[in-house]
């Protein structure tokens, strides 16, 4: 396939976004974008040094005493604009997602769309930074709590959501005063990069100081350097497990902070007393959309025994439908998974299950020949598993189903919650007793839990995260705003004697 977008020839650089301080040292060491739709080298970008990152913390340092000091609506004012830069070119961006990372089209551009959600809901955000105001038990004092910016943070997202996640945390760190350092995937570099020139413009019209939107580029190693750095108030990492106990190890043992957004292994029941004309379709979207590869995507579904034969049937007949194919044509339901690396860990599941005795609904395997020239392309599948399995029971990043069986709704919700990770999670049913079962307190103990709607695609309004080894943050709506903060507790005294709290005297 002929590449369809103007791709830069000469490898770009990362820095800070106004474009005046694009640098790198004496590096030639170049990380190299393949597209998993045509298998094409797609860019070469140069990798960070750690000289590089000095400085370009440094930049953000000063930066940030300068941003911290404009006011929040004034920030979201630039938000704002941001916005409107994503709403201008999103099906350029939404393609080159599409292009870099898999997903078919259409999440590709539900994704900028989540950039630009964010951003609208960041500008009410900046006029929302609100803190309490508390009654003092000591005459003629005031108590209050205000919210201040922390400083720089540190975004380190995966290829999945190349785009969205960084735009979740940056969005809300900026309207509350931080400045921003993004690592994003090794895997999907040129994406960030673009976003770094959409919004560049926005940050020259503003008089930015420069430094507030920073990119560093690389793998592991640049992820190191940022958790390992005190100087990194925040680090919001998105990504396995494995990856995030690496951060989470490295920020605490400095005592920094930590926003972790990990891995899910997410559920979906279906009781008998399911509407099934919806669950199916969600069942489907949940665990092929974004081939496999997003945290919420569905990997288990728990079937009610009275209603498993026909839920099998009616999935293997909606898998059938399926078109896998080039992602950007909009003919195809599934797109690629990222690399080779994402095809050999979709095929070691495939054996384990096979080694366990599971039987396959919908046969797996790799696609080849036209059209699958990259060899990235694999079937979405359905394996008749038991939750106890390792493979199970781990999140393997590939369209693969596991179909479970229930008796009672408890047994149901302990299969559900009986995994490592607690992401997202659903219940199909019309029954009332069942849905409130499934949200109280006793029921999932994911960070989401959904009625009669998939576990993927949740709207940037609520709080995103997860629980267990999700690792617990929460990113974009609701009250994640206040990750991006530190609290200061105030009490003033106006009156005219100096009373101590608790009632004790003190006389000199
Ligand atoms: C992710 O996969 O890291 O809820 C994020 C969803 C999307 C975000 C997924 N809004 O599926």
């Known amino acids: 396939m002929q590449s369809i977008l103007p791709l830069p020839t000469q490898p770009v650089k990362p820095g800070t976004s106004t474009g005046q301080q694009f640098w790198h040292t ?144 940056a969005m809300l760190a900026w309207v509350c005063g931080d400045v921003c350092l993004w690592k994003p995937s090794e895997k999907t570099p040129l994406t960030a990069l673009a976003c770094q020139q959409i919004i560049g413009d926005v940050l020259r019209n503003n008089n930015v100081p420069e430094g507030v939107s920073c990119l560093v580029t690389g793998g592991r190693d640049a992820g190191e350097w940022l958790a390992r750095d005190p100087r990194i108030a925040l680090v919001s990492a998105t990504g396995s497990t494995r990856m995030g106990k690496a951060v989470a190890e490295a920020v605490a043992s400095r005592l920094g902070r930590s926003l972790l957004e990990l891995g899910g292994n997410n559920a979906i029941i279906v009781s008998e007393h399911a509407d099934l004309d919806l669950a199916v379709p969600a069942i489907v979207f949940g665990a092929v959309g974004t081939a496999g590869q997003r945290c919420t995507s569905t990997r ?149 839990a959904n009625v009669n709607i998939g576990t993927s695609g949740a709207e940037i309004g609520g709080a995103f995260g997860g629980e267990k080894e999700t690792g617990g943050g929460r990113e974009s709506g609701s009250d994640a705003w206040k990750a991006y903060m530190r609290r200061q507790t105030n009490t003033l005294n106006y009156g005219t004697t100096m009373p101590l709290a608790q009632g004790i005297t003190f006389e000199l």
């Open 300 to 448: 288990r579904i728990i079937v009610q025994e009275s209603i498993y034969d026909d839920v099998k049937n009616r999935l293997k007949n909606a898998y059938a439908q399926l078109r896998i194919g080039n992602p950007l044509d909009e003919l195809f339901h599934v797109g690629p998974v990222i690399d080779q690396a994402a095809v050999h860990s979709y095929l070691a599941a495939i054996n384990e299950i096979r080694e366990l005795g599971g039987h396959f609904v919908v046969e797996p395997g790799v696609l080849n020949g036209l059209g699958f020239e990259s060899e990235c392309y694999v079937r979405p599948c359905i394996a008749e598993a038991d939750n106890k399995w390792p493979v199970v029971q781990r999140e393997t990043f590939a369209p693969i189903l596991y179909l479970l069986k229930y008796t009672t709704l408890d047994d149901a919700i302990s299969q559900q919650n009986d995994v490592p990770q607690g992401l997202s999670s659903a219940i199909f049913t019309l029954n009332l007793r069942e849905a409130e079962r499934f949200l109280s307190v006793a029921g999932s103990d994911c960070g989401i």
């Open 26 to 169: 004496d590096t030639q060491k170049t990380i190299e974008s393949y597209s998993p739709a045509d298998g094409q080298l797609i860019a070469r970008v140069y990798a960070s040094t750690r000289a590089d990152y000095d400085r370009v913390v440094e930049t953000a340092q000063a930066a940030f005493v300068e941003w911290r000091q404009v006011p929040a609506p004034r920030r979201g004012e630039i938000v704002r604009q941001m916005g409107e830069q994503f709403r201008h070119y999103k099906r350029e961006l939404g393609t080159l997602v599409s292009y870099e990372m898999g997903k078919s089209l259409q999440e590709g551009l539900g994704e900028v769309q989540e950039i630009i959600d964010i951003c609208d809901f960041a500008v009410g955000q900046s006029r929302q930074l609100y803190g309490l105001s508390m009654h003092s038990e000591r005459p003629a004092h005031r108590m209050m709590e205000q919210w201040h910016p922390l400083g720089v943070v540190g975004i380190i997202s995966a290829f999945n959501f190349p785009v969205a996640v960084w735009s979740w945390n």
